[in-house]
């Protein structure tokens, strides 16, 4: 073996499972597919529950999930395919190329950038855009009631068309987070925007620019964006949606997929763990006929355009985590929609990919799949490379910070005052927070940042919780 590979045939991998097993059984995940290759080569795979709950079928590393997020990279590869042709530049202003795009502040609509867009770094807020784009399937399926954000409260028109996203993001009153490349915060508003930037220069659809560009190329035959497609494949999971009752959780079918016409490129592609890495592999081969992007474009999708969380960054549809384990870097992107948790990652060091699909929304794919390669690591499944020092926070910090934020999306989080710390109130319980300095605190599970934000008066007005950032509402 050379030295540096990972052997996982050495490894004994029952921990993992027994660790993973505890997990999926406590959040009611019916079937998950995890798969890890090293070199393009297959070290571990592993179906978990079932595909479809009641036929009793099992996931297998064929098996159909919906990706979510995971689909905003392949939206990335398309630009910088495109950026490559000499048909644009990432840089260019979005005006160039959709016209009648602007912002509430018209002082900062040409300087808006297409990598602005790719980066969350455009100063747009989470907006209702993608609860309007996805309308009718909302309207349609019963199960959205019990969605974790609120959905149900969509009131206005369905956002159909490119023309009326674009209008939705001019005509709506909000106010930009700040000049264009200051602020970070996760949107899928922005990546609404690049969809329609591909289909305008390639003159194709973004459904099959992304057929022919990326998945034909990578080998990846079990991979579409349409739903219509779905009725040309077996081995398609059932989608799953939990309810909360007072005393339970249920965990029941809900077979109604979502679409989002007018933002496609956000996160509406179905794929499978065999296919996504195939398209890992692209990345990292040497082997130049399975490449479909330059060297020089993967390290720009990789290059830690700005730091979102403390030692976190986000390239270009990939979140880039530098030294995350025994000197090698971490590379991923997950994704959530209703019946999809999803992530795949890829650390270059050791040429490892690896994926987890699942059919559940909000269930911890992240923790399932760096659980294996922590495992590979010999490290715990719990592992994290972040360790913060904290301390008491003075009682007026948090007094200052407790409070209920949404987002136009639907994400709501209330902070209250538990003695002497801060905690998140959710379904009548309580997760406290941990003190790190100024006003910026961690979640002990997952060693995550929230980060209050003052206006010029010293009022909070928003919070970085979730990779956004929410308006204080009261």
Known sequence: MVKGEINVHSKNMAPFEDAAKQLIAKEQIPGVSLALDEKGTRIYEHG???????????VTPDTIFGIASMSKSFTCVALMQLQEAGKLSVHDPVVKYLPNFQVPQHEYTDKITIHHLMTHTSGIPPLKTHVFARKRSIDQDPSAKDYGLNLVDNEGEPIDTFDQLINYLATTDYELLGEPGTEYCYTNDTYGLLGIIIEKVSGQPYEQYIEEH?????????????????????????????????????????????????????????????????????????????????????QEMFKPHVEFERGKFYGYGF??????????????????????????????????????????????????????????????????????????????????????????????????????????????????????????FVIPKGQRIVRFIEDDNGNIVRVFYSSRQIKKIM
């Open 214 to 298: 990326i998945f034909k190329p990578c080998g990846m035959t079990r991979s579409f964006v349409l739903l219509d497609e779905l009725d040309n494949y077996e081995n398609v999971t059932e989608l799953y949606v939990k309810k909360q009752t007072e005393n339970e959780s249920i965990v029941y079918a809900a077979p109604l997929w979502w679409d989002a016409p007018a933002m496609r490129a956000a996160g509406y592609i179905k794929s499978t763990a065999n296919d996504i890495l195939k398209y890992l592999q692209s990345f990292i081969t040497s082997d130049a006929k399975r490449k479909i992007l330059t060297d020089t474009s993967i």
């Open 319 to 440: 979140r880039v985590i530098p030294n995350y384990i025994d000197g090698c870097t971490l590379i991923n992107h997950g994704g959530g929609l209703k019946a999809v948790s999803s992530l795949m990652c890829i650390i270059p060091e050791k040429q490892l990919t690896g994926v987890t699909l699942t059919n559940l929304s909000d269930a911890s794919s992240d923790r399932l799949l760096l659980g294996a390669v922590h495992q590979l690591f010999d490290k715990p499944f719990n592992y994290s490379p972040f360790v913060y020092e904290t301390k008491d926070a003075p009682l007026k910090t948090l007094e200052k910070a407790a409070g209920t934020y949404e987002s136009g999306e639907g994400m709501k989080v209330t902070f209250v005052v538990d003695g002497k710390q801060l905690a998140i109130k959710a379904k009548g319980k309580l997760e406290h927070l941990q003190y790190i300095d100024e006003l910026t």
């Open 48 to 58: 978990f529950g079932y595909r479809h709950v009641e036929q009793q079928l099992p």
